[in-house]
């Protein structure tokens, strides 16, 4: 962590902006939920109408983030229409507001399909069936079934929480060259924490935004999910976070949640350590044979609620997955319907 250089700029106050780097300005909506705030960033374009703006990420759907928009753009963000919104990720604090902003606005939304779609489909998606899904996925690793029980009647929280989805987007193709200002900003995916994650480069004036692919002090949720319960997402976490080993050591990186800061090698570095450790931790608990929620009390030293349990059960999963996958545990015939996990 001390490897990590801290960039001078200061967080704005909500409803402000801050200059952070050249053309790139920084906006940051306080939340409810840790980690308390999600960082967004408006990004100074120009088209054929004169300078706009284009907007990563638009916030978590509560009023507090929709009074702080209100008031950047009457405020700081005046006199430039905002053209554009790129979407990171269709998780609620980063995407839950981009329909109402896009309203607002006028802006368009730009994201990958693979956001776009998993957004739909959450959205969509008849509670019943989806919930069932998850709680007997969950009941395969192990959780008592009270616990899942629960989740089985919550009903749709995604649909509950984000309001309201866009029905049309303009894709963005991984890797694709977004003209932005002047500067050519590549977007490049990431797997493991969502479906098709984009953070958009700069490599004029060295400049990542990062989304949730390098946080600075925490390691990202990386859940298997229960439409896909085979999936390796540590894995395609770890693959993913290396690909970003290329970028120029003096690459500032803005990440969505935290400060800026320079030194991406060093934080790939920790991340791809936190991962290992976690790893190393899990398969010494599985001297003996052990199924997911068998872990949870070793891996996670508080009480987790049902929210908290749906998290840990997906990411404990996910490096169980992993462990099974590259040969460090061996996943056992499956016993009254229950998966087990041990040493081989
Ligand atoms: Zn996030």
Known sequence: MSALEAHPAVAPQSGRIAAVVRGVHWLRMPVAFAPWHVNLWAIEDEDADGPCWTLVDAGFPDDGTRANWLAALAGDLAGRPVRRILITHCHPDHFGLGQWLAGQTGARIWMSLGEFMTAQAWFGTVPASDNALMADFFIRHGLPAEQSEAMRNEGNRYRRVVGEVPVAIR???????????????????????????????????????????????????????????????????????????TLDADTLVLPAHGDPYRGVHARIDALQAHHAERLEQIVALCAQP???????????????DSFQTRFAMGEVIAHLNHLGRTGRLHRLPEHGGVIRYTQP
């Open 171 to 245: 894709r963005i193709l991984p890797g694709e060259v977004l003209r932005i200002g002047g500067d050519d900003w590549t977007a490049v995916v990431g797997y493991g924490h969502s479906p098709e994650h984009l953070s958009f480069h700069r490599a004029d004036d060295p400049v990542l935004i990062a989304g949730d692919m390098l946080l600075p002090r925490i390691s990202p949720n990386t859940p298997t999910l229960a439409f896909e319960p085979e999936t390796d997402a540590v894995g395609h976490y770890l693959d993913s976070i290396e690909g970003f080993r």
């Open 290 to 304: 052990r199924t997911a929620a068998d872990l949870l009390p070793s891996l996670f030293k508080r009480a987790l």
